[in-house]
């Protein structure tokens, strides 16, 4: 699960573009990269300017610093500039807004976080910084650093408070760090949250354990056809140079791999046409900084052997999983990298000791791979969805930073913009088998399904109560709201499916499917294609931090509006497709925020 965005202090301004469709293609229109960015400082000014003179629409008042986190320019010129606050110089939790400009600069709208004012009653902490640290401490379990004031905005407040990061926290699995926000009048915990997004969560853990059951996916597959040859001899005396070599991999047969040769026969796991993504080898370490980890090197440029037995097989299939993950981003939005910003990902692998999970970690700015804990998860866990699952979860943290509306003492995750956070982690990454198509790894709306588990999945996007072990949901309900993330990530992920493919029995790729709907009505889907288009300009431009399911819902429309029009069948489809997880106008909750 993804760590909500409340962490983030220092932000920096990144410029970026996506292609966002105007019809029914999906292929990407031409980034505009360098007009944007030779023009950066014009949208951030006008978007910010906007926001300031709209204040009664944007929330934005005095005393209030807007510092710009990314740009997303349409083909068709309009632009949205997304937002981070400071009020009085203090970082604004829960503060986070999108300013939309059209083609000429003139405002269109807002989408924000918080509708209420952001301003504290005071800004005068009657806790030193040195009690908080030690509260933080205490509830984390680990080592706390410098505490910081902040304004927290979140849950409808507007309250004074501490935010520590808590390194070597006992609360967090593998000892990793955690967030603490401390009120800063009283002393009151107001959130601990992991740094690191688990795909495994607590309560799953706790589940498998209890029925007894072991993952146990099957490794050593037979390398696939038509893979030989790939290390062939480059011309010799100009290094470093992009070579092409072959994996062995656990779980998606024999791949190609693109790496760096650094000398006549020495290579390293590092994809230079990829922006040299690269996975290393935490050695069992429990390493949160990438610089720590050991570089995979090979000799002949053939890695790995198909089995555990090779630290370098699990590293084929990372490596794979992030470069395909990223191929998916660029090729189906022209998005540069998982913040936009063409820059590699990077993976760790062999993280911790017997760690029986995969995480995306905001602090290392990478994915971290455990071997699994040897009596639930046996394998390590490195296969494509999970990569491609987490992977979005880094996608999300640059873009909305969906998060949790709380944590419980067992690091279990609550509430919609959560479990929204999840479910689109679920429906990315599903993508992404799609994208790579390997036969070795069948695309799929399954997630998980090659974990080994008795019911041959651990949630699926069709029928997502189908999931027992998570006791996922298939329609929202009042108390969506406080439902594990996910669980409740089957509200928005049965919403997306019948968008795509539509209600009822089908057969895709040798998986059937038989989706239900709320209140029994047929929905016709628009098309995979489509609907993952319309989700990912729903979540660039008009998600934050407090989306929840509604939210979506609007967003979603909004999207499918701007790409197809408000009187397109595929904007009837959307509205069609939330009302079949009853998400509707007409049972919207009052606001909570």
Same mark, same amino acid.
């Given at each position: 699960?993804?760590?909500?965005?409340?962490?983030?202090?220092?932000?920096?301004?990144?410029?970026?573009?996506?292609?966002? =469709?105007?019809?029914?293609?999906?292929?990407?229109?031409?980034? %505009?990269?360098?007009?944007?960015?030779?023009?950066?400082?014009?949208?951030?000014?006008?978007?910010?300017?906007?926001?300031?003179?709209?204040?009664?629409?944007?929330?934005?008042?005095?005393?209030?610093?807007?510092?710009?986190?990314?740009?997303?320019?349409?083909? @068709?010129?309009?632009?949205?500039?997304?937002?981070?606050?400071?009020?009085?110089?203090?970082?604004?939790?829960? !503060?986070?807004?999108?300013?939309?400009?059209?083609?000429?600069?003139?405002?269109?709208?807002?989408?924000?976080?918080? @509708?209420?004012?952001?301003?504290?009653?005071?800004?005068?902490?009657?806790?030193?910084?040195?009690?908080?640290?030690?509260?933080?401490?205490?509830?984390?379990?680990?080592?706390?650093?410098?505490?910081?004031?902040?304004?927290?905005? *979140?849950?409808?407040?507007?309250?004074?408070?501490?935010?520590?990061?808590?390194? @070597?926290? %006992?609360?967090?699995?593998?000892?990793?760090?955690?967030?603490?926000?401390?009120?800063?009048?009283?002393?009151?915990?107001?959130?601990?949250?992991?740094?690191?997004?688990?795909?495994?969560?607590?309560?799953?853990?706790?589940?498998?354990?209890?029925?007894?059951?072991?993952?146990?996916?099957?490794?050593?597959?037979?390398?696939?056809?038509?893979?030989?040859?790939?290390?062939?001899?480059?011309?010799?005396?100009?290094?470093?140079?992009?070579?092409?070599?072959?994996?062995?991999? =656990?779980?998606?047969?024999?791949?190609?791999?693109?790496?760096?040769?650094?000398? *006549?026969?020495?290579?390293?796991?590092?994809?230079?046409?990829?922006? +040299?993504?690269?996975?290393?080898?935490?050695?069992?370490?429990?390493?949160?900084?990438?610089?720590?980890?050991?570089?995979?090197?090979?000799?002949? +440029?053939?890695?790995?052997?198909?089995?555990?037995?090779?630290?370098?097989?699990?590293? #084929? @299939?990372?490596?794979?999983?992030?470069?395909?993950? =990223?191929?998916?981003?660029?090729?189906?939005?022209? *998005?540069?990298?998982?913040?936009?910003? $063409?820059?590699?990902?990077?993976?760790?692998?062999?993280?911790?000791?017997?760690?029986?999970?995969?995480?995306?970690?905001?602090?290392?700015?990478?994915?971290?791979?455990?071997?699994?804990?040897?009596?639930?998860?046996?394998?390590?866990?490195?296969?494509?969805?999970?990569?491609?699952?987490?992977?979005?979860?880094?996608?999300?943290?640059?873009?909305?930073?969906?998060?949790?509306?709380?944590?419980?003492?067992?690091?279990?995750?609550?509430?919609?913009?959560?479990?929204?956070?999840?479910?689109?982690?679920?429906?990315?990454?599903?993508?992404?088998?799609? $994208?790579?198509?390997?036969?070795?790894?069948?695309?799929?709306?399954?997630?998980?399904?090659?974990? %080994?588990?008795?019911?041959?999945?651990?949630? *699926?996007?069709?029928?997502?109560?189908?999931?027992?072990?998570?006791?996922?949901?298939?329609?929202?309900?009042?108390?969506?709201?406080?439902?594990?993330?996910?669980?409740?990530?089957? #509200?928005?992920?049965?919403?997306?499916?019948?968008?795509?493919?539509?209600?009822?029995?089908?057969?895709?790729?040798?998986?059937?499917?038989?989706?239900?709907?709320?209140?029994?009505?047929?929905?016709?889907?628009?098309?995979?294609?489509?609907?993952?288009?319309?989700?990912?300009?729903? =979540?660039?431009?008009?998600?934050?931090?407090?989306?929840?399911?509604?939210?979506?819902?609007?967003?979603?429309?909004?999207?499918?509006?701007?790409?197809?029009?408000?009187?397109?069948?595929?904007?009837?489809?959307? !509205?069609?497709?939330?009302?079949?997880?009853?998400?509707?106008?007409?049972?919207?909750?009052?606001?909570?925020?």
């Amino acid at each position: 699960m993804r760590r909500p965005h409340i962490r983030r202090v220092a932000i920096a301004v990144a410029v970026t573009t996506a292609a966002t =469709l105007p019809g029914p293609a999906f292929a990407s229109a031409p980034d %505009g990269s360098a007009r944007v960015a030779a023009s950066a400082a014009s949208p951030v000014a006008a978007a910010r300017a906007a926001a300031f003179a709209h204040a009664s629409a944007t929330g934005v008042i005095q005393g209030d610093t807007l510092e710009a986190k990314d740009v997303m320019t349409d083909p @068709d010129g309009k632009r949205h500039v997304r937002f981070v606050r400071t009020h009085q110089g203090l970082p604004v939790l829960g !503060g986070d807004l999108v300013v939309h400009l059209g083609k000429q600069g003139e405002y269109l709208g807002v989408t924000r976080a918080a @509708d209420h004012t952001v301003k504290p009653s005071t800004v005068e902490a009657r806790l030193t910084p040195e009690q908080a640290e030690q509260k933080a401490e205490a509830v984390a379990q680990g080592d706390a650093g410098t505490a910081q004031l902040v304004v927290d905005a *979140r849950d409808g407040a507007a309250d004074l408070a501490y935010q520590v990061v808590v390194t @070597d926290s %006992g609360t967090t699995e593998a000892g990793g760090s955690s967030t603490v926000v401390v009120d800063a009048r009283t002393g009151r915990i107001r959130s601990n949250t992991p740094n690191s997004d688990e795909f495994i969560s607590p309560s799953l853990a706790a589940e498998l354990r209890k029925h007894g059951e072991s993952a146990t996916p099957q490794t050593g597959t037979a390398p696939a056809a038509g893979l030989s040859g790939l290390t062939g001899i480059a011309a010799a005396g100009h290094y470093p140079a992009t070579a092409t070599g072959s994996g062995a991999s =656990l779980f998606a047969g024999k791949v190609a791999l693109k790496t760096t040769r650094t000398a *006549r026969t020495a290579y390293v796991l590092k994809d230079p046409t990829r922006w +040299n993504t690269e996975t290393r080898d935490a050695k069992g370490q429990e390493l949160e900084s990438f610089g720590r980890g050991k570089a995979f090197t090979d000799g002949d +440029n053939k890695w790995g052997t198909g089995t555990t037995a090779a630290r370098s097989s699990a590293a #084929v @299939d990372a490596q794979y999983g992030i470069t395909q993950t =990223l191929d998916f981003y660029k090729k189906t939005f022209g *998005r540069k990298g998982i913040k936009n910003n $063409s820059a590699g990902a990077r993976g760790m692998v062999h993280f911790g000791n017997k760690v029986g999970n995969a995480f995306w970690d905001s602090v290392c700015g990478c994915m971290l791979y455990g071997d699994g804990d040897g009596q639930v998860f046996k394998k390590p866990l490195v296969v494509l969805d999970v990569t491609g699952h987490e992977l979005t979860h880094g996608v999300v943290d640059a873009t909305a930073a969906l998060e949790p509306t709380r944590v419980d003492n067992d690091g279990n995750q609550y509430g919609e913009p959560g479990a929204l956070n999840e479910s689109l982690a679920d429906i990315f990454g599903s993508n992404v088998e799609f $994208s790579a198509n390997n036969p070795k790894n069948p695309p799929n709306y399954l997630v998980g399904e090659k974990l %080994g588990l008795a019911q041959k999945f651990l949630r *699926r996007l069709d029928h997502p109560s189908l999931d027992v072990l998570e006791e996922t949901i298939d329609y929202w309900s009042p108390a969506a709201y406080d439902t594990e993330v996910h669980a409740g990530s089957g #509200v928005s992920s049965h919403a997306f499916y019948l968008l795509a493919e539509g209600s009822g029995r089908k057969t895709i790729n040798g998986v059937t499917y038989d989706s239900p709907t709320y209140d029994g009505s047929r929905v016709t889907g628009i098309g995979r294609t489509k609907a993952t288009a319309v989700f990912y300009r729903a =979540l660039t431009r008009y998600m934050v931090s407090t989306t929840d399911f509604h939210d979506a819902r609007k967003a979603t429309l909004k999207a499918a509006s701007d790409m197809y029009g408000a009187n397109s069948a595929e904007y009837k489809a959307v !509205g069609a497709a939330w009302a079949a997880v009853n998400v509707t106008a007409a049972n919207t909750p009052a606001a909570r925020r």
